[in-house]
């Protein structure tokens, strides 16, 4: 049987992290039964400086070129569109050869130009969210809509035994989302001045609190998989906005892939993966943060417990074995 040509674009490449995690991940391990073209809009910025800067913006527009070129010339059966936004003729165009739409989004993109994303939503002919209150959201467009998780690789993040020698906090991140971290500095102030012996760990961001032990990781696919085996428990701190509670819980994912326990802002859908209590704290004020922090710091039992519960439910729920296998169904539907 010939096998369906897909083109896939992506708005950035192996270090932007919805791309690769929602995109290329899911479409490396499906070569054996999609034709692919992976096409981004922009590649990894590796330079540095003015030049760095004009190598940049000159590859952006050659990219452009590119993906403008496959959508008028080529001949695919699938284009899989993961948060880019097309414009109108390229999306007349693929509708008048017959190619399957499928726009995929994992966090509220309709805020950045909602004129863009209603025309996103008029063509697509399926939609895959990561959320269902993204899902919810856009119902009233009537779409053939796909909740899949954003997975986690379960067969890479293996579930870490041995606790640190000090009682490590980890959160994986950017420098982007630095802010929602932020939202617990008076938490980690507070721990210190009453003397708690503990460490934060920082993976993709800088971070400087007084008198708080921190430690800063550049962000790296292998420096992700460094940083989960170096914490005890794993945090997501969110805003009470819109934006926040439509984000997917990747964080949380990574987190307990790793057989770590978590602790969490209650909103959005933080309350439907944390079982509070069972593989983890739903943590609102900051003594509710305080309080999961100290509980979680001194019982090491209680945290492998935690952490062993977290483990099954990501690979019941949030691997890429399960969640790949969604996204070939819904395409192949």
């Known amino acids: 049987m010939q096998k369906k040509k897909v083109l896939l674009i992506t708005y950035g490449s192996r270090d932007h992290a919805s791309s690769r995690v929602r995109a290329l991940n899911h479409f490396d391990r499906l070569r054996d039964a999609f034709d692919i073209t992976w096409i981004p809009r922009v590649l990894e910025n590796k330079g540095d400086g003015l030049l760095g800067r004009i190598i940049f913006a000159i590859t952006k527009r050659v990219q452009t070129v590119k ?21 109108a003729w390229c999306l007349s165009i693929l509708k008048k050869k017959n190619t399957l739409i499928c726009f995929d989004f994992d966090d509220a993109v ?3 130009s909602p004129t863009d994303f209603d025309l996103m939503m008029r063509y697509a002919d399926k939609i895959i969210v990561a959320t269902p209150y993204l899902k919810e959201h856009i119902e009233s467009y009537n779409k053939d809509c796909r909740v899949i998780f954003s997975p986690v690789d379960t067969d890479l993040i293996m579930p870490w035994q ?11 991140g950017s420098q982007w989302t ?7 500095i008076p938490v980690f102030e507070k721990m210190a001045q009453k003397g708690s012996s503990f460490k934060l760990l920082v993976s993709g961001a800088e971070i400087n609190i007084a008198g708080v032990d921190i430690e800063c990781m550049p962000w790296s696919e292998q420096g992700e998989l460094d940083a989960l085996g170096k914490i005890d428990i794993g945090i997501m701190p969110l805003k009470n906005d819109e934006w926040s509670r439509m984000k997917g819980g990747y964080k949380l994912y990574l987190y307990m892939a790793a057989g770590r326990p978590v602790v969490a802002s209650p909103y959005g859908i933080n309350a439907n993966i944390i079982k509070d209590g069972t593989t983890g704290y739903l943590a609102e004020s900051e003594s509710e943060w305080m309080a999961a922090f100290e509980k979680l710091q001194n019982d090491v039992v209680l945290r492998r417990s935690m952490g062993a519960l977290a483990r099954q439910e990501a690979e019941r729920k949030y691997s890429y074995k399960v969640c790949t296998q969604q996204l070939v169904d819904f395409l192949n539907n």
């Open 67 to 87: 993906l403008w070129s496959a959508v008028a010339f080529g001949r695919f059966d699938i284009v899989f569109v993961q948060v880019m936004f097309l414009p």
């Open 162 to 172: 041995n606790a640190q020698a000090v009682f490590t906090i980890g959160w994986v």
């Open 110 to 112: 309709y805020t950045y």
């Open 178 to 184: 630095l802010p929602y971290l932020e939202l617990l």
